[in-house]
């Protein structure tokens, strides 16, 4: 901190000039190293690369619990190697998550938010999902055979659906199991998404906002390359709102709790479809 003289009072005591606020710190400082993000960037490939092959090669899952934890584990050591990149920069941990006040209404306030943006969120990527079905309907000049869920169903996306709908969860226990994996991956994936990579990649902009929330949707896409090209576009998408979202609120509490419950209703509803032989 520098000192400031008072104009009116050159013998007055000097006072220290305020810290910036976090918030917009972030947008000019870097948050890590560059090696430290692009290591995490090849992580990121590496896990994306890894589910592909997997997919192309589904295996019966005999043990659910152990599929979730090993999930659980390795998100939390990608957190924890984004918590490593900020201690050298002695950036902490918390504010990633921005601005998290403390109560019950501002808690609610946030949850309702998170809901209205989720429903919005499921339309914009619905309409989007709907075009990309008939384009490539167009494209293929055929008849795409179509499934229960209103989604034309390619070979690709019959993989990747049989290869989640393994691990969605097909009890109570399994569906308690799977609530706190999708918790931990809602907390774990806004932080290093809309939080390191978003922060990140916009210091690197030097403050472009909109370059950080690209360059991050991106990535937050690349992620998912096991679930193929069509889910790979729509998830940059959602990425996208999701950081406008957390531009929007100043904080990641709401991003997370619409991430966590959407991937909850989703292993519920693969779950549910499976029992029923629906796919």
Same mark, same amino acid.
């Given at each position: ?165 393994? =691990? +969605?969860? /097909?009890? *109570?226990?399994? $569906? #308690? &199991?799977?609530?706190?994996?999708? %918790? ?28 950080? =929330? +690209?360059? /991050?949707? *991106?990535?937050? $896409? #690349? &992620?998912?390359?096991?679930?193929? %090209? ?29 991430? +966590?419950?959407?991937? *909850?209703?989703? $292993?519920? &509803?693969?779950?549910?479809?499976? %029992?029923?032989?629906?796919?």
């Amino acid at each position: 901190m520098e000192p400031t003289l008072d104009e009116n009072n050159p013998q007055a005591p000097l006072e220290p000039l305020a810290d910036p606020p976090v918030a917009e710190s972030r947008t000019t400082h870097a948050l890590a190293p560059a090696w430290h993000t692009i290591v995490l960037i090849l992580i990121v490939a590496a896990i994306s690369i890894a589910g592909s092959v997997r997919v192309a090669q589904p295996q019966p899952v005999h043990n659910r619990y152990a599929t979730y934890a090993a999930t659980g584990g390795m998100e939390l050591l990608m957190l924890a190697w984004v918590a490593w990149g900020l201690r050298m920069r002695r950036v902490p941990l918390r504010t990633l998550f921005g601005h998290l006040p403390s109560g019950a209404r501002a808690f609610f306030a946030d949850f309702g938010v998170a809901l209205v943006f989720w429903l919005g969120a499921l339309f914009v990527l619905g309409t989007l999902g709907m075009m990309w079905s008939g384009i490539e309907t167009l494209v293929t000049h055929g008849a795409v055979p179509w499934h229960a869920g209103g989604a034309p169903l390619t070979p690709a996306r019959s993989e990747a659906s049989r290869a989640l709908m393994q =691990v +969605a969860p /097909s009890n *109570l226990r399994e $569906g #308690a &199991a799977w609530a706190l994996l999708c %918790l931990l991956v809602g907390i774990v994936e806004e932080s290093v998404f809309r939080g390191y990579f978003q922060g990140q990649f916009t210091a690197w902009a030097r403050g472009n906002v909109a370059a950080g =929330v +690209a360059f /991050s949707a *991106l990535l937050f $896409g #690349a &992620a998912h390359g096991y679930q193929g %090209l069509r889910s790979i576009v729509l998830l940059v998408v959602f990425g996208a709102l999701f950081s406008l979202l957390s531009l929007f609120r100043r904080s990641l509490r709401p991003c997370i709790f619409a991430h +966590a419950w959407h991937d *909850l209703i989703a $292993g519920i &509803a693969l779950g549910i479809m499976r %029992l029923h032989h629906l796919l």
